[in-house]
């Protein structure tokens, strides 16, 4: 089920030929950082019962929403589903939006109507999730089907989990984008965990890459830990998108290390599994390769980052937290243009 | 002027918006080459290429879903299920991502899903439901049922350019046995306006779809025992022409609601609550309600002539309504 580790420093390898300068690498921390610890900060608000709704963490799969966001160019557009709040943080979206979402705020992108990361823009890219998982693989089909029709170079890129490749729509949505030769790259997030079920009762296969070749689509695995890997991969696909060869699917190989939401202690995840996963906390393990790659002068200078950031976070905490609640009168507002 | 059938207005009526606006685009299975199962797609691929006229695998989530991803980014995709019992396949991409965009987001969502519903021709139990009742109680969505080529035509033109999701159910039965003149102009026939189609004083039928010519031939019928009915062609089901079933209501003061789709929670016990609610005083007997019974739609022909709404049966239940 689980490799053993072979050792308890889990490295970044850097892959081969990946162009980054150090203000990308430095960046791809920092959205890394913001990602946990607003997630970190929403879990204080939850406690407080500031969050009115369930609270989702992505904790330990931070570097696969990163790293994915940031391979994407102006004009692409994304769908995240309920763990890449770190996708959103990489396309522009403030922390104050999400606070404000999560609080149930009148600020809030939906203004109060629908809760955690179920929000987007159109005109940024940004396409809002719906809480049946798959739906989303349609969709951005046809969005790529847009691009296509207007040949745009761009690509739609989306995620879906090693539960919901179990839908309807991952095999209708990718099969569609295949057939099509669609410019759709899908991101599947296997964290081996859909709610209490164990991937092993979700697919008969090892690799869940391995379905990509059934649909005629290219396949890879990919370290999800490792944010280099990540965003070399899913440049990768992109290119191969523009290229015209339809979709690529990448299996980001990760672990949910908390429950499906905060109200879920997910005593079913067995111990060992856990522990050995947290040897690969993606943050770490960068924060270590940009010490030791001499990315950074010393540590401090990350620290300075992880400041930054408490500050921006306390900031957005201030500003949703004094904004009022939605008027009930937008209540029965929007329901047709 | 020319003699247009049912079919070809539905067919005139998206090949004209399909030349007028470039956004609109046609994806389903076998709309293409074959021009769709009952023809109402052909000669388009021709037309207008296989970028805007689009054979999809046999996958309704899929059609509909890709709609909607394309509609978010400018396009006014028309998605069409070969048989509207399908429509079931794509239940969640309709109700929970199509109806929901604006409300949640604000973003709206301009498909129309398009396809042959009704009985009548011995289709059995997966190509004879009148679904609509389905989506009837989904905020977001709308609902159009043309009994009319003039309406088939000018509410497709609609559908295509309202801002919303409309699903629009065809009558297959009506394809090519309903034929009139349509103007040569462009026109539209707004969502949520009900047609009268018959003045009478004494009895309104409140219907829609294929019934709204079993109602006509049974109000002929009854005109033969001096009883005057008017008939009220709902013709959008959602949003409902609230002001038209109540002057109706209120005028007759006796109201039969018919309709194709099986009678328990069907949308015309709507109509019934609607009139109870606001004209109750008017009224001078107990709102019947005509419908198939709450069986599947059966395929032998006297089984399915049992189950669908006869003239005879309209009739009957009128002169007892009009007898209080």
């Not at chain 1, 940009?290 to 201030?318: F, M």
């Not at chain 2, 009952?38 to 037309?47: E, I, P, Q, S, W």
């Not at chain 2, 005109?223 to 038209?244: F, K, W």
């Amino acid at each position: 089920m689980v490799k053993p580790s072979t050792s308890d420093a889990y490295a970044i390898a850097v892959p081969d030929g990946l162009e980054l300068d150090r203000t990308g690498r430095l960046e791809l921390y920092y959205f890394m950082a913001l990602n946990r610890k607003l997630e970190e900060r929403l879990g204080m608000l939850y406690r407080q019962n500031k969050v009115v709704g369930g609270l989702y963490s992505s904790l330990g799969q931070e570097a696969c929403s990163v790293g994915t966001a940031y391979a994407l160019e102006r004009g692409d557009f994304l769908a995240p589903m309920i763990r890449n709040l770190g996708s959103l943080l990489v396309r522009g979206v403030r922390p104050t939006d999400v606070m404000a979402q999560y609080c149930a705020r009148a600020i809030g992108p939906t203004r109060g109507k629908d809760l955690n990361v179920h929000f987007g823009w159109v005109e940024r890219g940004l396409i809002a999730p719906i809480s049946v998982v798959g739906a989303l693989i349609p969709v951005m089909a046809g969005i790529a089907l847009e691009m296509k029709m207007h040949d745009k170079k761009n690509v739609a890129l989306t995620y879906i989990g090693d539960g919901g490749m179990s839908t309807t729509d991952f095999h209708e949505g990718l099969n569609f984008a295949a057939v099509h030769k669609l410019p759709m790259i899908l991101i599947v997030e296997n964290n081996q965990w859909a709610y209490s079920t164990h991937v092993s009762k979700q697919a008969n296969v090892r690799d869940l890459a391995v379905r990509a070749e059934g649909y005629g689509c290219y396949g890879e695995i990919v370290d999800g830990n490792n944010v280099l890997a990540v965003l070399d991969a899913t440049r990768r696909a992109r290119t191969r998108c523009l290229r015209g060869e339809g979709p690529a699917m990448l299996e980001a190989k990760t672990f949910r290390r908390k429950g499906h939401a905060e109200h879920d202690d997910a005593g079913y995840v067995p111990r060992e599994q856990r522990a050995e996963w947290e040897k690969k906390d993606p943050i770490d393990a960068y924060r270590r390769f940009l010490v030791e790659r001499r990315v950074v002068e010393s540590a401090s200078e990350i620290d300075e980052i992880d400041a930054k950031i408490v500050a921006i976070l306390e900031a957005a905490a201030d500003e949703a937290l004094s904004a009022p609640f939605p008027d009930p009168s937008i209540a029965r507002e929007n329901v047709y243009g | 002027m020319a003699v247009t059938t049912y079919i070809d207005a539905i067919k005139e009526g998206i090949w004209e918006e399909m030349e007028k606006d470039e956004s609109v685009f046609i994806l389903g299975e076998d709309v293409g080459i074959y021009g769709g199962a009952f023809k109402v797609t052909k000669g388009m691929l021709d037309k207008f290429g296989p970028m805007r006229v689009i054979d999809t695998p046999i996958s309704e989530s899929a059609i509909v879903g890709a709609a909607i991803g394309a509609a978010l980014v400018g396009m006014r995709p028309v998605a069409e299920m070969q048989f509207i019992d399908f429509i079931s396949c794509a239940f969640d991409q309709i109700v929970n991502f199509a109806a929901k965009c604006r409300y949640r987001w604000g973003a709206g969502v301009p498909i129309v899903v398009r396809g042959p519903s009704g009985g009548g021709v011995h289709g059995g139990p997966f190509h004879s439901q009148n679904p609509e009742a389905y989506f009837f109680n989904v905020p977001g969505l709308k609902i159009v049922c043309p009994s009319t080529a003039y309406d088939a035509k000018g509410l497709i033109k609609a559908a295509i350019r309202d801002p919303d999701p409309v699903l629009y159910f065809e009558h297959k039965y009506l394809y090519r046995r309903i034929k009139e003149d349509l103007p040569a102009e462009d026109f539209v026939v707004p969502i949520g306006k009900a047609a009268l189609r018959r003045e009478g004083e004494d009895l309104s039928i409140i219907t829609y779809g294929a019934m709204v010519y079993k109602a006509l031939e049974a109000a002929e019928a009854l005109a033969q025992d001096g009883i005057d009915v008017e008939v009220l062609d709902l013709r959008s089901i959602l949003p409902l022409d609230e002001e038209a079933i109540l002057t109706t209501a209120k005028k007759t003061s006796k109201v039969i609601v018919l309709h194709e789709a099986t009678l328990t929670g069907g949308p015309g016990g709507e109509v019934v609550a609607r009139i109870a609610e606001k004209a109750f005083e008017y009224l001078d007997g107990p709102i019947v309600r005509i419908a198939p019974p709450d069986t599947p739609v059966p395929y032998s022909p006297p089984l399915e002539e049992a189950f669908l709404p006869q003239t005879k049966d309209i009739v009957a239940k009128a002169k007892k309504l009009a007898a209080y």
